[in-house]
């Protein structure tokens, strides 16, 4: 139970990094919050589909624990990158970026 609550802690802790990372970052500019959205989008989808598609597309082989060691890997390099993509898109779609005033156009006699 103790190595359960220290993995959801510090899953906890890195997906708040993730978040207020992006969150600043998103602060900045509008153009930088939706080039935050859009990479964030894909690598959230690029995680779930290394964690989730690529893994059934492996075939079983007996005797060889390579394919279960690939599934492993796919499952823990996916998830993480899924589970950070979220974190990094929700910081960057919760951000409000700064207002950008155009200057008034002013006819000049």
Known sequence: ????LIAVVIAGVLGYGAFIAAYRKARRSPARRRVLIAGNAVAL?????????????????????????????????????AF????????????????VDRPSVTSRS
Do not use: D, N, Q
């Open 45 to 81: 989808a690029a995680g779930l589909v290394l964690a989730l598609w690529v893994p059934m597309r492996i075939p079983e082989t007996s005797g060889s624990p390579a394919s279960l060691v690939a599934i492993a890997l796919l499952w823990l390099v996916g998830g993480c990158l």
């Open 84 to 99: 950070l993509g979220l974190a990094a898109l929700l910081g960057a779609v919760f951000a409000r970026a700064p207002r």
């Open 1 to 4: 139970m103790l190595r359960f």
